[in-house]
């Protein structure tokens, strides 16, 4: 473990003042990560903080939690914890991650810490790499997970990345060091145990050695995503733009590139949770954008929507909100999306913003509502009427706005007016009689 020791002090280089937040459950890995800094306080005054999250699954989690409390009073080192009281409906481990990390930031953002260490180590490598090639991912997901990440304001290291399984529980032994078991790690009901327990022993069998090939297959792969990164720096700002992916922009690209910039807008919405994506996804992304539907929508993890509206795609979190209103106008009618409809008495524009109308060739009060099925509406200088639905598409309205599209009829449901897109055979022009003026904003 003299490896360790050496990267902190001399490669990380850490330094007098140095606050460091430490993951840590209790167990042989975690407890070896205390130790080692414990070790390295005795030379340097690092200040340490033990972050516990009690997960609240298994019996023996209070005591685990008792057992970590006590062990830092011993060693004066500041012990935080949180339990999580109540779990959704995401994945276990998903939401499990999730909260322990926001807590982490919070505890960071508390003593202004420089440094968050968890105690992932070579095995643990080697079962997310595993797992993710099984399901799929992106470039950087195949990697596993980085030594080292900067973030905005303190910078994520694991430092046992180098080291197995085996040789922590020997450090263990050989120093005293107390730690507790977790037996849901022994369960085969989880994905990652049956890698444990069954794929790793089979692979170190074949070469004790080969936690060392995953450790270079991952520098070999984030070597690589960085170098395709510095090529995605110079197009993505022209292709993104306000959480909108430019269509033809994006076709434009190497396929290579293409895939990088859906992977690029998928980590920014899932940051913390690769595993919720995979390249089945990305795939079904790329299939969308290329498909000739001018407006189509996938579902993803996570309740997002990929939503296609002609030459653009934005990924965003689905929110389940449905605009069914039918309003009078009278003098002024708020709208969904900050919209209004307001009677005025005079207006020189004569754009699909402004409708006049004559009241007596209509029946009053006018109202402003969504759209029905089949609904349509008369034109001037052709016979018959116009589906609303056909209109939308002519116009390239987005899918996900029409069916909150305000539709101005009268009390006989005669649609009068699509604000902003179109006029009906009712509405007049500024040099033809009419005593009702709308305007839309």
């Not at 070790?39 to 970590?68: A, M, P, T, Y």
């Not at 032994?173 to 994905?191: A, H, L």
């Not at 605009?323 to 005025?344: A, G």
Request: with cysteine.
């Amino acid at each position: 473990m003299d490896k360790i020791y050496n990267y902190l002090l001399n490669v990380l280089k850490l330094k007098d003042k140095d606050i460091i937040v430490i993951g840590c459950s209790g167990g042989p890995d975690s407890m070896a990560l205390m130790y080692i800094l414990q070790k390295i306080r005795e030379k340097i005054d690092i200040s340490l903080i033990c972050v516990h999250i009690n997960h609240n699954v298994r019996e023996e989690s209070k005591q685990e939690e008792i057992f970590l409390r006590d062990y830092c009073e011993k060693n004066n080192i500041v012990f935080e914890a949180m339990t999580i009281e109540k779990y959704g409906d995401d994945n276990f481990h998903n939401e499990a991650r999730k909260i322990r990390y926001h807590f982490y930031e919070e505890i960071i953002n508390k003593y202004q810490a420089k440094y968050l260490m968890t105690a992932h180590h070579s095995d643990d490598l080697m079962e997310t790499i595993l797992m993710r090639i099984a399901r799929g991912s992106t470039l950087k997901g195949y990697a596993g997970f980085e030594k080292e990440v900067t973030k905005d304001n303190y910078k994520l290291v694991r430092p046992l990345i180098g080291v197995t399984k085996d040789e922590i529980e020997t450090f263990d032994k050989k120093n005293n060091i107390p730690y507790v078991i977790d037996k849901s790690n022994f369960k085969g009901k989880y994905t990652r145990n049956r890698y444990r327990m069954e794929v790793l022993p089979f692979l170190k069998k074949e070469d004790p050695l080969i936690h060392e090939k995953f450790e270079k297959f991952s520098e070999t792969l984030l070597e690589y995503d960085e170098f395709v990164n510095s090529i995605l720096e110079k197009v993505i700002k022209k292709v993104y733009k306000n959480g909108i992916i430019n269509i033809p922009l994006l076709l434009d690209q190497s396929p290579l590139i293409q895939k990088k910039i859906i992977a690029y807008v998928l980590e920014e919405l899932y940051p913390s949770d690769l595993n919720q994506i995979n390249d089945t996804h990305l795939v079904s992304i790329l299939n969308l954008v290329k498909s000739k539907r001018s407006n189509a929508t996938i579902d993803l993890p996570g309740e997002y929507k990929a939503i296609k509206s002609y030459d653009s795609l934005k990924i965003t979190k689905e929110v389940d909100i449905t605009f069914n209103y039918e309003i009078e106008i009278q003098e002024r009618v708020e709208l969904p999306y900050h919209h209004s409809i307001t009677v005025v008495q005079s207006e020189e524009s004569n754009n699909n913003n402004v409708c006049r109308l004559l009241s007596s060739e209509i029946n009053l009060p006018l109202y402003v509502r969504t759209r029905h099925l089949g609904d349509k509406m008369a034109l001037k200088k052709i016979s018959g009427s116009k589906k609303i639905k056909d209109i939308f598409i002519d116009s390239k309205v987005e899918l996900e706005l029409r069916d909150s599209w305000p539709i101005v009829v009268d009390s006989s449901n005669n649609i009068l007016w699509v604000p902003g897109i179109k006029k009906s055979k009712f509405a007049k022009q500024k040099n033809e009689k009419y005593d009702i003026i709308l305007k839309y904003n």
